[in-house]
């Protein structure tokens, strides 16, 4: 490999992380260009622009520095830049001709868990649709999780990205394809960011917390691999497709405790099992009911300082919540075939509308 791209944001350009990788790249003989303006929720507009970039760069190798947006725009330039026309076809169903190329993921950040994930989610602003997409090409070739890169985040987005991982492992438990492996990542996912994720927010530069929330993140990365999300994210993606300016995680914290209450009172049968078995991971004594799990949740959320988050705050209105809860089915429908109590969209129309207060 002699040509690479790096693909990171702005603070870690102008604070001298990418420089650092930047130097092992050229100790070791690689010519590389930065791309340095990933924004939060990366859109295909954005992406096709540095597509068009690396093919005439001709890289070969990605390497991604930051959070889930450049990890998940890296993998999609890494398929787009070796096959032809834009990377959204590949999204609608395009076939993929050609192998993507390799991608050396660095997260900074604890909560997407995509390196090690094969999963990239891109956003269309033409469209409004806000979609994951992923094939095994996409998993990196190398990832390298060093928590000292994650002191720095300020303790709002530490439990934004740590609710995040909580949701990946929480759904992944609960999915259809659930199965021996993932229920194992996903249980001690849980169990860390209970215990460990609070401790991180209060003290971000408690290398612990952070090494423990980094490897729950991992976990909940190997979860997605191994299980799948529901449908609590087929309904976050709709919102933040519309509202790019909502954080991924804050999406999920505000759905949440109507999202997983709602799958209870629908047939708790169903679920109840597994949501006494996250209550206990959560660190919740004497479980004896299933709504322990939305108790245990509750006190995640307080105790990460999101108690009382509104989707009102960046903008939502509860007029919105049909054509959300339209959007949800029209663009990732297909994760609601793996929840564990069948839901419409009158429910998803109602959790969305109760979220939106």
Same mark, same amino acid.
């Given at each position: 490999?002699?040509?690479?791209?790096?693909?990171?944001?702005?603070?870690?350009?102008?604070?001298?992380?990418?420089?650092?990788?930047?130097?092992?790249?050229?100790?070791?003989?690689?010519?590389?260009?930065?791309?340095?303006?990933?924004?939060?929720?990366?859109?295909?507009?954005?992406?096709?622009?540095?597509?068009?970039?690396?093919?005439?760069?001709?890289?070969?190798?990605?390497?991604?520095?930051?959070?889930?947006?450049?990890?998940?725009?890296?993998?999609?330039?890494?398929?787009?830049?070796?096959?032809?026309?834009?990377?959204?076809?590949?999204?609608?169903?395009?076939?993929?001709?050609?192998?993507?190329?390799?991608?050396?993921?660095?997260?900074?950040?604890?909560?997407?868990?995509?390196?090690?994930?094969?999963?990239?989610?891109?956003?269309?602003?033409?469209?409004?649709?806000?979609?994951?997409?992923?094939?095994?090409?996409?998993?990196?070739?190398?990832?390298?999780?060093?928590?000292?890169?994650?002191?720095?985040?300020?303790?709002?987005?530490?439990?934004?990205?740590?609710?995040?991982?909580?949701?990946?492992?929480?759904?992944?438990?609960?999915?259809?394809?659930?199965?021996?492996?993932?229920?194992?990542?996903?249980?001690?996912?849980?169990?860390?960011?209970?215990?460990?994720?609070?401790?991180?927010?209060?003290?971000?530069?408690?290398?612990?917390?952070?090494?423990?929330?980094?490897?729950?993140?991992?976990?909940?990365?190997?979860?997605?691999?191994?299980?799948?999300?529901?449908?609590?994210?087929?309904?976050?993606?709709?919102?933040?497709?519309?509202?790019?300016?909502?954080?991924?995680?804050?999406?999920?914290?505000?759905? *949440?405790?109507?999202? !997983?209450?709602?799958? /209870? %009172? #629908?047939?708790? @049968?169903? $679920?109840?099992?597994?949501?006494?078995?996250?209550?206990?991971?959560?660190?919740?004594?004497?479980?004896? *009911?299933?709504?322990? !799990?939305?108790?245990? /949740? %509750? #006190?995640?959320? @307080?105790? $990460?300082?999101?108690?009382?988050?509104?989707?009102?705050?960046?903008?939502?209105?509860?007029?919105?919540?049909?054509?959300?809860?339209?959007?949800?089915?029209?663009?990732?429908?297909?994760?609601?075939?793996?929840?564990?109590?069948?839901?419409?969209?009158?429910?998803?129309?109602?959790?969305?509308?109760?979220?939106?207060?």
């Amino acid at each position: 490999i002699r040509r690479a791209l790096l693909v990171t944001d702005r603070f870690l350009y102008d604070s001298g992380a990418a420089a650092r990788v930047g130097q092992v790249l050229s100790d070791a003989g690689v010519e590389y260009a930065v791309y340095y303006n990933v924004q939060p929720n990366p859109t295909v507009q954005v992406v096709n622009d540095c597509i068009a970039a690396a093919r005439t760069l001709q890289v070969q190798l990605l390497v991604a520095l930051g959070g889930g947006s450049a990890i998940d725009s890296a993998k999609a330039i890494a398929l787009a830049a070796t096959n032809p026309g834009n990377y959204w076809e590949y999204v609608k169903g395009r076939e993929v001709e050609n192998a993507a190329l390799p991608i050396v993921a660095i997260p900074t950040t604890a909560g997407t868990g995509t390196e090690s994930d094969p999963w990239t989610v891109i956003t269309n602003l033409e469209t409004n649709e806000k979609i994951g997409f992923g094939i095994k090409q996409l998993f990196p070739t190398l990832s390298i999780v060093d928590p000292e890169l994650m002191v720095s985040v300020p303790a709002n987005l530490t439990a934004y990205q740590g609710m995040d991982a909580f949701f990946h492992s929480a759904e992944g438990y609960l999915a259809k394809v659930a199965q021996p492996l993932s229920d194992l990542f996903a249980l001690n996912s849980i169990r860390r960011i209970a215990k460990f994720l609070p401790e991180a927010v209060k003290d971000g530069n408690n290398l612990q917390a952070r090494e423990e929330m980094a490897w729950a993140s991992t976990q909940a990365g190997m979860v997605e691999s191994t299980s799948c999300c529901i449908s609590e994210h087929s309904m976050e993606h709709a919102l933040s497709a519309f509202y790019p300016g909502l954080p991924h995680g804050a999406g999920l914290v505000a759905l *949440s405790v109507p999202y !997983f209450t709602h799958l /209870l %009172k #629908k047939d708790e @049968k169903k $679920v109840a099992p597994r949501y006494m078995d996250m209550a206990r991971a959560m660190g919740e004594e004497n479980v004896n *009911s299933p709504s322990a !799990f939305i108790t245990a /949740l %509750k #006190k995640l959320i @307080k105790n $990460v300082g999101l108690e009382g988050l509104k989707l009102s705050d960046w903008g939502l209105r509860k007029d919105d919540a049909e054509k959300l809860a339209e959007n949800s089915f029209a663009a990732m429908g297909a994760l609601y075939m793996l929840d564990p109590v069948e839901l419409t969209r009158e429910d998803a129309c109602a959790i969305i509308s109760e979220a939106i207060q």
